[in-house]
T-cell receptor, first 111, second 115 residues
Framework: GEDVEQSLFLSVREGDSSVINCTYTDSSSTYLYWYKQEPGAGLQLLTYIFSNMDMKQDQRLTVLLNKKDKHLSLRIADTQTGDSAIYFCAEPLKSWGKLQFGAGTQVVVTP | EPEVTQTPSHQVTQMGQEVILRCVPISNHLYFYWYRQILGQKVEFLVSFYNNEISEKSEIFDDQFSVERPDGSNFTLKIRSTKLEDSAMYFC?????????????FGPGTRLTVL
């Protein structure tokens, strides 16, 4: 497909792990990104992974990349209420830095 | 930590009026971008700008839109005659190096409401 695809909604209990999945379009993308958007706020760069890596860990965040299937995932360990937000995956298209975003996954953390 | 700033945070305007949205990118960055997000929809690319000229623009970025870097720090988006459908959150972003490999940092956005 031509769109970056994400599931739209995830509900998780506080303390559990969250896994957000994304399918991207361009196997030659050099970097893949995860952005976080809290209600009414801007886009905060959360983490990114270089395309020659399979995994990247950054504190509670783990990014997994499957280039063969063009599949990207973000795992949040020990999810907290402050993790409630919309999470966007994004890939740079071949042209001048244009980022193509998924529709975003809304993560709701319940006590 | 350096960050992209945008003003105003919220702009309300009447249909047909001109608006200018302002951004101050991170100071050593060379590439600048505007995106927009209509409420409940995806973040969409509008335009990229490098070396004082547009590098790429999307279909959305028609003749009603223009961008400018009037001085060494500001980057502006002008909408000449706003339409109801221009109501959206507008995000400015900047990156340091080659845009296809370097990370884009986003500002907090300007919410534009066209009445």
């Amino acid at each position: 497909g031509e769109d970056v695809e994400q599931s739209l909604f995830l509900s998780v209990r506080e303390g559990d792990s969250s896994v957000i999945n994304c399918t991207y379009t361009d196997s030659s993308s050099t970097y893949l990104y995860w952005y976080k958007q809290e209600p009414g706020a801007g886009l905060q760069l959360l983490t990114y992974i270089f395309s020659n890596m399979d995994m990247k860990q950054d504190q509670r965040l783990t990014v997994l990349l499957n280039k063969k299937d063009k599949h990207l995932s973000l795992r949040i360990a020990d999810t907290q209420t402050g993790d409630s937000a919309i999470y966007f995956c994004a890939e740079p298209l071949k042209s001048w830095g244009k980022l193509q975003f998924g529709a975003g996954t809304q993560v709701v953390v319940t006590p | 930590e350096p960050e992209v700033t945008q003003t105003p945070s919220h702009q309300v305007t009447q249909m047909g009026q001109e608006v200018i949205l302002r951004c101050v990118p991170i100071s050593n960055h060379l590439y600048f971008y505007w995106y927009r997000q209509i409420l409940g929809q995806k973040v969409e690319f509008l335009v990229s700008f490098y070396n004082n000229e547009i590098s790429e623009k999307s279909e959305i970025f028609d003749d009603q839109f223009s961008v400018e870097r009037p001085d060494g720090s500001n980057f502006t988006l002008k909408i000449r005659s706003t339409k109801l459908e221009d109501s959206a959150m507008y995000f400015c972003a900047s990156s340091e190096d080659n845009p296809s490999t370097d990370t884009q940092y986003f500002g907090p956005g300007t919410r534009l409401t066209v009445l």
